[in-house]
C-alpha cells in the first residue's frame, strides 16, 4: 500500500497537467492492481488528482489527445472499484493476494446502478464536463482526430458495460451521455470507413447504457415522470428519453434516431457499389448470410435488434 500511496503522489502533477503518459500509468495502474489503489484512496482524494485537469478542459486548454487520455484514466479509475468491490464481496480468508489478482484481470458486465457509489460521485462530479468538451471537438473533427474520438467511445462502451453507475449517476450525467452520443451516431460518413466506425462506436455506447435495466426502466417511464428534456439548448416541450433516442431532437430536423441510423448502417454497410448488387436476382432475405462479408452491417444489424429488444 505504501508504494501505492508513493506512485500516487508522484503523479499528481502530470495529471494536473494533463500529461497523457501519466494518464497512461494511472489507468494502467487502476487495471491491474484495483484493489490496492482503492485500499489507498476514495472518491474525494481520486477527485482531487482530476481537479487540475478540470480546469484546463473548461478553460478549452487541451488538446483532444489529452482529454481522451484523461477520461481513459478516470473511466479506469471508476472500474477499479467496481472490480475493488467484486473481489472483496466474494474473498474469503482462504484467499490470498495472488487469488485476488487474478479475480482482478478478469472483467464482468455490471447490470446495476448505485448512484452513491465512488464511482458515480466522480462521474458526477467531471464526466459532465469531459463530454460537454468532446462535443466542441466534435463541431469541427479532423481527419487525424477521428481514432482519438473513437478512442473516447471506446473508454465509454467499455464504462458502459463495466461500470454504468459512473456514466449514470444521476440525471445531469446520463442526458451529456446521451446527447454525446448521438451527435457522433449523426456524423456524415460519406464512405468514410473511420467515421463509420466512430458512429458504431457511438451506437454502441447508447446501446450497452440503455441494456441496463434500471436505466432502461428510466427510459421507459411517461413523459410526466421521464427524466429531464436531453433536447439541446432545452425548450419549453420536453422530450422523454425513449422519444429523443428513437426519434432524435425535437429542434434538430437532421438528427435522426438510433433506429433509423442503425438501420441506415445495416443497408449501407462499407459496400457502395449499388450498381452492382442492385443487378443481382431478388432472393429470400437471411440474415446469416446477406451481410456475412460486410462486418459494419452486420454489427449494424445486431444494435439495431439490441435497441428493438
Known amino acids: 500500500k505504501e508504494w501505492m500511496k ?3 503522489n508522484h503523479i499528481r502533477p502530470g495529471c494536473s497537467e494533463m500529461d497523457p503518459i501519466t494518464f497512461q500509468l494511472l489507468g494502467d495502474i487502476a487495471d491491474r492492481s484495483p484493489l490496492t489503489l482503492w485500499s489507498v484512496g476514495n472518491a474525494e482524494s481520486f477527485s482531487s488528482l482530476f481537479s487540475g485537469s478540470m480546469e484546463l478542459i473548461q478553460h478549452s486548454t487541451c488538446s483532444l489527445d489529452q482529454l ?14 467496481e472490480k475493488a468491490q467484486r473481489i472483496m464481496s466474494s474473498s474469503s480468508s482462504s484467499k490470498d493476494q495472488m487469488e485476488q489478482a487474478l479475480m482482478a484481470q478478469f472483467d464482468e458486465k455490471s447490470t446495476t446502478v448505485d448512484a452513491s457509489s465512488p464511482s458515480a460521485i466522480i462521474g458526477k462530479h467531471f464526466l459532465p464536463t469531459m463530454l460537454e468538451a468532446l462535443t466542441v471537438f466534435g463541431n469541427s473533427l479532423s481527419s487525424n482526430q477521428i481514432d482519438v474520438m473513437t478512442s473516447c467511445m471506446s473508454h465509454l462502451s467499455t464504462c458502459s458495460n463495466q461500470c454504468p453507475s459512473m456514466l449514470a449517476g444521476d440525471d445531469t450525467s446520463l ?3 446521451l446527447r454525446t452520443c448521438m451527435k457522433f451516431a449523426q456524423t456524415n460518413s460519406q464512405g468514410d470507413e473511420e467515421i463509420t466506425f466512430l458512429k458504431l462506436s457511438a451506437l454502441d455506447v447508447l446501446a450497452t447504457i440503455t441494456s441496463v435495466p434500471q436505466i432502461k426502466r428510466s427510459v421507459l417511464k411517461p413523459i410526466g415522470t421521464s427524466p429531464r428534456c436531453v433536447m439541446q439548448g432545452g425548450g419549453s416541450e420536453k422530450s422523454p428519453l425513449l422519444n429523443f433516442l428513437i426519434q432524435g431532437n425535437d429542434d434538430n430536423l437532421d438528427q435522426r434516431g438510433v433506429l433509423y441510423v442503425c438501420a441506415e448502417l445495416a443497408i449501407t454497410g462499407v459496400d457502395e457499389d449499388e450498381e452492382s448488387w442492385a443487378e443481382d436476382p431478388a432472393s429470400v432475405y437471411d440474415t446469416e448470410s446477406s451481410w456475412e462479408d460486410d462486418h459494419t452491417a452486420l454489427y449494424a444489424e445486431s444494435l439495431l435488434e439490441t435497441f428493438v429488444e
Open 68 to 81: 481522451e487520455a484523461c477520461m481513459g484514466a478516470l473511466v479506469q479509475v471508476g472500474i477499479a472499484h
Open 6 to 8: 508513493t506512485v500516487l
Open 175 to 177: 442526458t451529456c451521455l
